[in-house]
């Protein structure tokens, strides 16, 4: 990603890709705090008719926790301002979308061991499935493969998991 590309803000984002970086946020803000977040997003996941995707969110926010090599910068559900990591995530979904899944596990294999960038892209192509076979499109798919084709200069890396809850 560019560091001169101005910072992305969670009001632009379409629905879809708010409520996604929401319940990821969501997860790792209960994660910090040692709370359950399966309840809200569950009902995130009812609402979206894609039941099943808040199982898949769950594994592969774990699955990124566990296996990731540095740590990952996932801000608080408030912040107005998307992290490039958070960024890298949503486009994850965008590419996978686009049905480009060697480039979807380039994206994961820069900060994921092997064994867990497949697990993380099957989560997270079961939820674009869910979300697709719902009547949801995820709409940065260009921007995404821009963003990543050229090289893959701002990758995920491990879940910030511990530290003072915000």
Do not use: Y
Not at 10 to 23: F, H, K, P, V
Not at 30 to 54: C, H, T, W, Y
Not at 119 to 132: D, E, F, K
């Amino acid at each position: 990603m560019d560091v001169d590309a101005p910072a992305e803000l969670r009001d632009e984002l379409s629905w879809l890709e708010g409520t996604l970086l929401n319940a990821m946020r969501t997860w790792v803000l209960a994660r910090k705090r040692q709370l359950s977040s399966e309840m809200p997003i569950r009902i995130v996941f009812d609402n979206l008719r894609a039941v099943q995707g808040a199982e898949h969110l769950d594994r592969l926010m774990e699955t990124l926790s566990t296996g990731c090599t540095r740590m990952i910068n996932v801000h608080c559900t408030c912040d107005p301002v998307l992290s490039d990591d958070e960024v890298t995530l949503l486009d994850l979904l965008a590419v996978l979308q686009q049905r480009s899944h060697d480039d979807a596990l380039d994206l994961l294999r820069a900060f994921l061991n092997p064994t867990a960038s497949h697990a993380a892209a099957g989560h997270a192509l079961a939820i674009v499935q869910l979300l697709n076979g719902a009547g949801h499109t995820i709409v940065r798919e260009g921007a995404a493969h821009r963003r990543h084709r050229s090289g893959n200069d701002c990758l995920l890396a491990g879940l910030a998991l511990p530290g003072k809850p915000h």
